[in-house]
Nanobody, 114 residues
């Protein structure tokens, strides 16, 4: 079992920045694939960014160049630095971890006002 706890969401004006954190605990550590997804009201959950234990990253086109995913393998923490935020980035952001099982955090709300 893996537990994921996110933090760092909030309300920010367009053009602002936020940093999300997700701490993993439990068995099956370290986890190779960790990432962030988001779900806006009325929309499906979508991939934002993923990172491997070797720090290979991948981003959705909608956030490329604005968001940066990183991780600290010593503390089992993954971060999402979000810059130049837009109102369309408003969503609940979920931390994700993949072993032979997929784990999700509880989600953290990000609201970007115009």
């Amino acid at each position: 079992q893996v537990q994921l706890v996110e933090s760092g969401g909030g309300l920010v004006q367009a053009g602002g920045s936020l940093r999300l954190s997700c701490v993993a605990s439990g068995n099956s550590l370290p986890i190779n694939f960790m990432g962030w997804y988001r779900q806006a009201p009325g929309k499906q959950r979508e991939l934002v960014a993923i990172i491997t234990s070797r720090r290979i990253t991948s981003y959705s086109d909608s956030v490329k160049g604005r968001f940066t995913i990183s991780r600290d393998n010593d503390t089992n923490t993954v971060y999402l630095q979000m810059n130049s935020l837009k109102p369309e980035d408003t969503a609940v952001y979920y931390c994700n971890a993949r072993t032979v099982t997929v784990y999700w955090g509880q989600g953290t709300q990000v609201t970007v006002s115009s």
